[in-house]
């Protein structure tokens, strides 16, 4: 099974520089533009790919990334809560050079700083996207397409290199970024990363 990891395109709040966790905002034209552009580019160097699902967190800017990349209709496209983005608790919506210290210590090197209150732990990160990558991996697909968020990403991405924390913070993953693993019998293989 090949899977396809996808940061949702750009919104409003991205390109105000705003942290944007589980707040919902559409895709705005870049955005769009961004999913069509890593559509073209997939089937440029995979021509007629198709994926056997689509995944995506709940919040309307993945399941439309999900839609256009994935080439289905939004209703086509299945949800799950557990590659939702992080929590960003008090901090949302806040500009990411005014965090403060504790979130913007964290969120630079969560390997070191712990989360701030009402922030989610990249513990709790962890056990979710193992969660579903367990049971994503039991299905029959050949190739499946997941559609989240930046900080979600890192930690699918940890998980499916088998990174000993469970996620891999850096580089940060750009506005639909493709990042393609294989699965086989429990074995995880990097194929490689698409970017616009």
């Known amino acids: 099974m090949k899977i396809w990891l996808t940061r949702h395109g750009q919104t409003n709040l991205n390109k ?15 955005g769009v533009k961004q999913a ?14 198709q994926f056997d699902a689509v995944y995506a967190s709940p919040l309307q800017r993945a399941v439309a990334t999900g839609s256009i990349v994935g080439n ?23 500009r990411y050079d005014r965090l403060g210290l504790r979130m913007t210590l964290y969120w630079v090197l ?5 989360a701030p209150p009402s922030v989610e732990t990249t513990a709790s990160m962890v056990q979710r ?9 039991t299905k029959d697909y050949e190739n499946v397409l997941v559609a989240c968020h930046g900080g979600i990403l890192r ?4 998980c499916m ?20 693993y294989e699965s086989e019998n429990g074995a995880h293989r990097t194929i490689e990363y698409l970017h616009l």
């Open 72 to 94: 289905v209709p939004e209703s086509g496209v299945i949800t799950d809560e557990r590659v939702i983005e992080t929590d960003f608790g008090i901090y949302e919506k806040h």
């Open 161 to 180: 290199e088998d990174r000993p924390r469970g996620y891999k913070w850096r580089p940060k993953p750009h506005n639909c970024e493709m990042r393609v």
């Open 155 to 158: 930690v699918l991405s940890g």
């Open 16 to 30: 105000d520089r705003l942290m944007q966790g589980r707040t919902d905002v559409p895709l705005n034209e870049t």
């Open 129 to 137: 996207a193992q969660s579903f990558l367990k049971e994503l991996e």
């Open 110 to 114: 969560p390997e070191i700083f712990p």
């Open 36 to 49: 069509r552009e890593m559509r073209r580019k997939i089937l440029e160097k995979y021509p007629g790919l």
